[in-house]
């Protein structure tokens, strides 16, 4: 009977192209078992992959609505942050300015003006803050700070009122600088007029966070702060029922303001709220696709692990057959 036998040198070239098979199928078998989908996704879906590219389309744009969710959740969550330090700060110079409303002790009303300023400064410097190098309150120019710098801001105001010769002039000369747009909104805010864009978080949802330092509401905030604490200033001349009048005016401001910085604080909640709400549904979306998409190129864990296995096993065999080849001798032979 006739005997076929190859060569030393085909015989290891035929060894190292079964080796690098097995390896490339043992390769291939991990990844279907750490990853759960099937290496080769043409070939199991015949061609056909429409559908599935269409799944793993959409799971690429709910990644995309997830990370714009996940900043926009931030940057509402440090705006709200931020409203919070204002309105504690408005509620402290409250607490201060309408006992200097009837007091008739000056180091009480010197008391009350020093700490309107210096709550002004801080209300000042938190809108001035950021959220990952982006400012807060400066509408579409997040690289720029809204206002002029806290220790500038009543020095800028001062400079730009009239000739002041009784409280009520003072009072109405501050109301006029912060409600003309030539006043505030071109001497001491310095953002942009326009929103910041919408951020889309999901199929036709969009959040919106417009809170710029130009909003009404702020401005109130900082009206009634200013007046508190101007109403002692010694440019003025006031006696005590002057100043008095002032802190009348000043206490009625800050009022007004606290009950309008507190819809703001519910306009931030309900997009606080919305976005939560979205990324909800993005999530139950997900698992749809991810089953979809299981459904269409999943590898069943079985069988993957019992063909690993299978593999190794041959493998293992291989290298034992190359190990005991590499041993023989023409000495052993004969």
């Known amino acids: 009977m006739s005997q076929y036998t190859i060569g030393d040198l085909a015989q290891s070239t035929l060894m190292r192209v079964q080796s690098t098979r097995m390896k490339n199928e043992l390769m291939k078998l991990t990844e279907e078992l750490s990853t759960g989908i099937v290496a080769d996704i043409g070939s199991h879906l015949g061609g056909d992959i429409s559908y599935y590219a269409d799944v793993e389309n959409n799971l690429r744009l709910l990644d995309g609505y997830d990370l714009a969710a996940d900043e926009a959740s ?7 942050m931020t409203l919070e330090r204002v309105s504690a700060l408005l509620a402290s110079s409250v607490a201060s300015t309408l006992p200097a409303t009837t007091t008739a002790y000056q180091e009480a009303r010197d008391h009350a003006a020093k700490d309107a ?5 801080a209300v000042v410097a938190a809108l001035n803050g950021t959220s990952v190098g982006r400012s807060l309150f400066a509408g579409a120019a997040t690289d720029t700070k809204p206002l002029v710098e806290a220790t500038d801001f009543l020095d800028t105001l001062k400079a730009a009122l009239p000739p002041i010769t009784d409280p009520a002039s003072l009072v109405t000369a501050i109301s006029d600088w912060f409600d003309d747009p030539a006043g505030y909104d071109t001497m001491a805010y310095q953002g942009s007029t326009n ?4 951020v889309s978080i999901g199929d036709d949802l969009s959040v919106q966070m417009a809170v710029r330092a130009d909003a009404d509401q702020l401005k109130s905030v900082l009206k009634g702060l200013a007046m508190s604490a101007l109403a002692t200033d010694s440019d003025w001349g006031f006696d005590s029922d002057e100043q008095i009048e002032v802190f009348d005016a000043a206490g009625t401001a800050m009022l007004s303001a606290q009950s309008q910085l507190t819809g703001l604080q519910s306009d931030i909640g309900a997009a606080q709220e919305r976005i939560e709400l979205t990324r909800t549904r993005n999530a139950a979306s ?5 089953q979809a998409r299981t459904s269409l190129v999943g590898a069943d864990a079985f069988e993957v692990a019992t063909r690993l296995d299978d593999v190794q096993v041959r493998l293992e065999s291989l290298y034992a057959v190359t190990a005991r080849m590499s041993r023989l001798s023409l000495l052993n032979y004969i």
Do not use: C, K, S
């Open 117 to 121: 300023r210096n709550d002004l400064e």
């Open 195 to 198: 929103d910041i864009t919408p």
């Open 74 to 80: 931030h940057f509402a969550e440090v705006t709200q």
């Open 286 to 290: 997900r698992i749809g696709f991810e």
